[in-house]
């Protein structure tokens, strides 16, 4: 039996694990840096969890047999590339197991901003059945407005179609474009990043956290959106710059933003966004639901099982492909 290590976490369901677990793999399921996790290593082929900054040079040479390191995310913004990159060891992301998750939770933020929900419920539980004035209350709908999406890869691509269903206008900036056959086919246009900013009424973040993408979303860029607009982000805290995002939020610059993701988290309690009545936060919980929990280590096993049997991975990140 080949031996392989389940990083526990809080966000992984240990029992899905073991039901898909396949017959030929030995697993330990431990805690980064735990007693039990550094004794593993040293017979571990194969390491599936979420980045860990503790994965440096001296991990890798803890570990002479690994050969996959098998995340269970989207993201791998945490993970040391180079280091991964001078042991030979792939990364590969999770195969786009939480992408429906995280489609749907843009979509979700996007109504829940538009429409204002987190102040009708705060009303409504208050005993103010439609606050106290009524006469400043503005709605939207999401049908005819143009969404513009920063990142269209596979997260982005299904946020796409859930937004056509609500029957919007959907533009892309992504520096791998698409052909115009396969645009046409999706029903989105290319259009360059300062134009999807300028004309869209919401613009939603599916882009990989690296230094080109870091506070991507600045001051700058806040002021070429529409003062009506919205910002959603479930993709990585800092792609924003959040004290300028506060400060766009604050002064009326953009209608308001859905964040499930933030700069430093948990952020402080003194965060500023916390305040502010035209945002809805969540705590980074797009991704995990209890329905992939099966697609993510079904994904996961199935390449660990590609790895032992001397096969090419699935899914290894753009950085560490040939």
Known sequence: MTKIIIADNPLNEVSVARELLPANLDTVVARHGSAEFNAALADAVCLVGFGDGTMDDAFYRSAPKLKLVQLLSAGYDRCDIEAARRAGVPICSNGGANST??????????LAVCRRLVWQHTNVAAGRWRGNNVDDVKLYELKNRTLGIIGLGTIGKKTARLA????????????VRLTEDQADGLGVRFALFEEVLRTSDVV???VPLSKPTRHMMGAAQFKMMKPSAYLVNTCRGPVVDEPALIEALSAGTIAGAGLDVFDSEPPPPNNPLFTLPNVVLTAHLAGPTWDNQYTRFRNAFDNCQRVVRGDKPLWVIPELRD
């Open 204 to 206: 939603s973040l599916h």
């Open 164 to 175: 056509q269903a609500f029957g919007m206008a959907v533009q892309y900036y992504d520096v």
């Open 101 to 110: 998750a995280v489609s749907e939770h843009a979509i979700l933020l996007m």
